[in-house]
C-alpha cells in the first residue's frame, strides 16, 4: 500500500485545515486508516483512526471534539478535519493504513511520507 498525504501548512490558532491521504491499493476497504503525529525528539503518537467501512472511529483525548476523520472508499481517500487548532498541534502528520490500527503496536502499518502542520500563536 503506498500513502500519499496532502493539506498540512501554516495556520494561526483557532484555524482550520483539512488534510488528505490518497492510497494506492485494490483493497482499500481491507484496511482500517488512520493518522498518526511527530515532533522533533518525541515518539510517533496516535490522533485518530477509522474502521474499514466508516462505521467507527477513534480518537486520542487530546483532539476528541476538535479533529474529525472520514474516508471515502470509492476514492481510496482519508481525510483529517482539524478545527481549533493549537499550537501543540503542530507535527509533522503521517497518515497510515493497516488491517487494523493499534496505537500500541504499529507493526504491520503502512506509512505515507508525512505533512508539516504548524500552528501559530
Known amino acids: 500500500v503506498q500513502l500519499q498525504a496532502s493539506g498540512g501548512g501554516l495556520v494561526q490558532v483557532g484555524g482550520s485545515l483539512r488534510l488528505s491521504c490518497a492510497a494506492s491499493?485494490?483493497?482499500?476497504?481491507?484496511?482500517?486508516m488512520g493518522w498518526f503525529r511527530q515532533t522533533p525528539g518525541k515518539e510517533r503518537e496516535f490522533v485518530a483512526a477509522i474502521s474499514w467501512s466508516g462505521g467507527s472511529t477513534y480518537y486520542a483525548d487530546s483532539v476528541k471534539g476538535r479533529f474529525a476523520i472520514a474516508r471515502d472508499n470509492a476514492k481510496n481517500a482519508v481525510y483529517l478535519q482539524m478545527n481549533g487548532l493549537k499550537p501543540e498541534d503542530t507535527a509533522v502528520y503521517y497518515c497510515?493504513?493497516?488491517?487494523?490500527?493499534?496505537?500500541?503496536?504499529?507493526?504491520?502499518?503502512?506509512w505515507g511520507q508525512g505533512t508539516q502542520v504548524t500552528v501559530s500563536s
Open positions: 497510515a493504513a493497516a488491517p487494523i490500527i493499534n496505537p500500541k503496536d504499529t507493526s504491520g502499518t503502512y
Open positions: 491499493t485494490r483493497t482499500f476497504d481491507h484496511y482500517f
